[in-house]
């Protein structure tokens, strides 16, 4: 059974940091690792898809990586901004299309 | 961006009581969904796939006959919660692939409270 972790749980930092979040998987036949974003009571929105061919994808102050080989996965946000407060979930997708996913890392960044 | 919607947003029920929420693609084919519950503080954990014009296909744990999901088009999925009870109260999302990529759309979510 796959098991997605994400450390940390928790993150609070002040405007402008640059920070990592961390996910680990033990699923080593990935088809892909996704990183989303979830507000509070809300759906989720897509962040960056890397796929198991790929080691990195960007997308303006974020990028996400992968290592297969150790089973981890690191979102970098650059110069976090309030409006970057939310829940961040990675998900580690297996064939057809299933995504298994972490519990989250809720960050807050302070103005 | 593809959208995927969800109706309704949020519902309370009684306990004992059926409710349907439905998952629509808004502009694209969606031959695959997939039906997700969250729990406070807890991950999204995949309930069943529901593919058009067959059975949906369920995860271990998940009862058939009590989360009824329908696929009847490539653009809508519908996931009836029967016979509610407080316990089934949750955060249930939706998703639909639009191609081979693996990219994923959620929808933004149904509040479900059983009381």
């Known amino acids: 059974k796959q098991e997605v972790t994400q450390i940390p749980a928790a993150l609070s930092v002040p405007e402008g940091e640059n920070l990592v979040l961390n996910c680990s998987f033990t699923?080593?036949?990935?088809?892909?690792l996704q990183w989303f974003r979830q507000d509070p009571g809300k759906g989720l929105t897509s962040l960056l898809l890397?796929?198991?061919?790929?080691r990195e994808q960007t997308s303006g102050r974020l990028n996400a990586s992968l290592d297969k080989s150790s089973g981890r996965s690191t979102l970098y946000i650059a110069a976090s901004q309030p409006g970057d407060s939310a829940t961040y979930l990675c998900?580690?997708?297996?064939?057809?299309?299933?995504?298994?996913f972490g519990k989250g890392t809720l960050l807050t960044v302070n103005p | 961006g593809a959208v995927v919607s969800q109706h309704p947003s949020r519902v309370i029920c009684k306990s004992g009581t059926s409710v349907k929420i439905e998952c629509r693609s808004l502009?694209?084919?969606?031959?695959?969904m997939f039906w997700y519950r969250q729990f406070p503080k807890k991950s999204l954990m995949l309930m069943a796939t529901?593919?058009?014009?067959?059975?949906?296909?369920?995860e271990q744990g998940v009862e058939k006959d009590k989360f009824l999901i329908n696929h009847a088009s490539l653009t809508l999925s519908t996931l009836t919660v029967t016979s509610a009870h407080p316990e089934d109260s949750s955060f249930y999302i939706c998703?639909?692939?639009?191609?081979?990529?693996?990219?994923?759309?959620f929808g933004p979510g149904t509040r479900l409270t059983v009381t």
């Open positions: 998703s639909a692939s639009r191609s081979t990529s693996g990219l994923l759309y």
């Open positions: 699923d080593s036949a990935i088809y892909n």
């Open positions: 890397i796929q198991s061919s790929q």
């Open positions: 998900a580690e997708g297996g064939s057809n299309y299933k995504l298994t």
């Open positions: 502009d694209f084919q969606a031959t695959t």
């Open positions: 529901s593919n058009e014009g067959s059975k949906a296909t369920y």
